[in-house]
């Protein structure tokens, strides 16, 4: 099979001046080549395509192929996810992982949680705010955890994310929307224990591929799962994997995330992020179809290890369950190939 593969990767955009924030969310080298290695290990031919605009360049050109790895998050707009599978939509070309409308609404957290909600899956409540004067409309009382309304990657996210007093959120807002230049979303804080959920598959077919709770380390920013701490975690965070058959709390966390999983509609592989409140009842609080794939550093290879899934063989896997949902292989005449 020829598989091409998209990404931004981060090296590329820095080169070019933007800030490491900027690029908090792009792939380094190494996530290309074990993405390469990985799909050449199973007997497929790989081609590098890049960004969105290199792959409208080869579109153009002629250039096709059976299915595209797809791990490209975008830059610009709160559709920047959704930008790479709405192109191979309109030529019909099979990609992996989540479609646009999946890509789109589970980037925006407020959106997401509207649907969550709907769909009576348990969240926190929450508000999204443009402007710092409609803090107002929080109805629900402190501690709040605010954050960007459509980053990833923990951007945005640190200590002073936690916000104890009701006459501190504007300021907080204010600043956020400062930076990020996006909507606030202010959620009650959750105190608990926190967990990210690998699943592999889609709709009937996904499986939790393994969770882990996150333990925050001494030396790292206390009582949040921020940018700081997951850019050092192996110095600041410790993983440990919950097993549903001696932790029952893992059990209810893994049956939270693979019904949210559903119910968005999320393909092939990603991650789950679930916070227990102060009563100890898991909460969801978001959802990454577009999980990271560095092999070491990445939540969800990190996941994989600790299950013992190979990187290659969690690749495989997404693979697989791409093309089992692939209907009929793409038809029309022969086109170069990269």
């Known amino acids: 099979m020829r598989i091409g593969l998209t990404y931004d990767l981060r090296s590329?955009?820095?080169?070019?001046?933007?800030?490491?924030?900027?690029?908090?969310?792009f792939d380094r080298e190494e996530t290309i080549v074990g993405i390469e290695s990985a799909l050449q290990s199973l007997g497929h031919e790989t081609a590098r395509i890049g960004n969105v605009q290199r792959l409208c360049e080869r579109l153009v050109q002629g250039f096709r192929w059976d299915l595209v790895f797809n791990i490209a998050?975008?830059?610009?707009?709160?559709?920047?996810?959704?930008?790479?599978?709405?192109?191979?939509?309109a030529y019909g070309i099979p990609y992996t992982f989540?479609?646009?409308?999946?890509m789109s609404l589970t980037l925006h957290k407020g959106?997401?949680?509207?649907?969550?909600?709907?769909?009576?899956?348990?969240?926190s409540d929450f508000e999204v705010l443009e402007t710092p004067a409609e803090t107002g409309r929080v109805r629900f009382g402190p501690p709040y955890f605010v954050k960007p309304v459509a980053e990833g990657t923990g951007k945005g996210v640190s200590a002073?994310?936690?916000?104890?007093?009701?006459?501190?959120?504007?300021?907080?807002?204010?600043?956020?929307?400062?930076?990020?230049?996006q909507p606030v979303l202010?959620?009650?804080f959750l105190p608990g224990r926190e967990f990210t959920t690998g699943i592999v598959g889609t709709g009937a077919r996904a499986q939790a591929l393994g969770t882990m709770e996150v333990l925050l380390l001494p030396a790292a920013e206390p009582g949040v799962y921020s940018y700081h701490n997951k850019e050092n975690s192996e110095d600041l965070v410790r993983y440990?994997?919950?097993?549903?058959?001696?932790d029952p709390l893992g059990a209810e966390v893994e049956d939270l995330a693979l019904n949210a999983w559903r119910v968005l509609g999320c393909r092939d592989a990603g991650r789950l992020d679930v916070r227990c409140d102060k009563r100890g009842r898991p909460q969801f609080i978001e959802v990454n179809p577009l999980a990271?794939?560095?092999?070491?550093?990445?939540?969800?290879?990190?996941?994989?290890?600790l299950v013992g899934v190979s990187f290659d063989a969690l690749i495989a896997r997404v693979l697989e369950s791409a093309i089992e949902r692939i209907a009929s292989p793409r038809t029309g005449p022969p086109a170069a190939c990269a």
Do not use: F, N, W
């Open 292 to 305: 990271g794939l560095h092999p070491e550093h990445s939540d969800l290879p990190i996941i994989g290890g």
């Open 73 to 89: 998050e975008g830059l610009h707009g709160i559709g920047r996810e959704a930008q790479v599978p709405a192109v191979l939509d």
């Open 12 to 25: 590329d955009y820095q080169a070019q001046g933007y800030t490491e924030d900027e690029t908090a969310e």
């Open 111 to 123: 959106m997401t949680k509207r649907v969550i909600r709907d769909a009576g899956v348990p969240t």
């Open 98 to 102: 989540s479609d646009p409308l999946v």
């Open 240 to 246: 440990r994997l919950v097993k549903p058959q001696d």
């Open 160 to 181: 002073k994310s936690v916000i104890r007093r009701r006459r501190d959120l504007p300021e907080a807002c204010r600043q956020l929307l400062a930076v990020y230049r």
């Open 186 to 188: 202010v959620e009650r």
